[in-house]
């Protein structure tokens, strides 16, 4: 086919709804003329054609579908956040109580990692943290090791160097939830050391950027 024909099709596999029907047209013209290559041809691309746009809005809108229910999950976020805090942001360092690092390290990637109903925050978190550039890497840089340092730093513990990340508002939000949590579950099981946990100078080890 000549050039014409060409720059059709690759316009209609583009999803341009007039060079679909054009294509269509055309095959159509093809036939009526008994001219059943053509025809053929005119067809089968146009076939292909309308399954890569279809396939290509279908993509498209399982996108934006996932997307409103990811939006949900974090006005469920903010909304939890804003009952846990009806005062307003509290202020840092949260008070330790019985919270030590071994705890910390014992219930976030132990158990906060691994159970469905934590999931959300941590997606929130993964989001939020690489919008402000921070970088997630394995091994060593993983995101459950940089928010289980963020939680640290809520509470206090400064040696990772992650604090400054807790003065934007959406991190708050997500490192509140989780810290809340980490802070009942310490009061109610007594942590205890956990090989492999923290670094032998006993500070943690968290190389996220």
Sequence with gaps: MDDGYSE???????GN???LDDLFDLAKAHEAKHDMEGATWAFREA??????TAF????RAEEAEARVKWMEQVVGIHRAWIEANPAGMPQ???????????????????ELAREP??????????????????????????????VSGLVESAFGFESNGFAHYLEDRSVRIGVDLL????ERRCSATPSSPQAGVRASDGTSELPCT
Excluded at 56 to 59: P, V
């Design 8 to 14: 059709l099709v690759n316009r209609a596999i583009k």
């Design 17 to 19: 709804k007039t060079a």
């Design 47 to 52: 076939a292909i054609a309308y399954r890569i």
């Design 56 to 59: 290509r809005n279908l993509a």
């Design 92 to 110: 840092l360092p949260r008070t330790k109580g019985s919270v030590d690092r071994e705890c910390i390290w014992r219930i976030v990637p132990q």
């Design 117 to 146: 109903d934590f999931a959300p925050a941590f997606r929130y978190l993964f989001e939020t943290l690489s919008s402000l550039g921070m970088e997630f890497y394995s091994p060593g840089g993983s995101l459950v090791r940089c």
């Design 179 to 182: 810290a809340d949590e980490v």
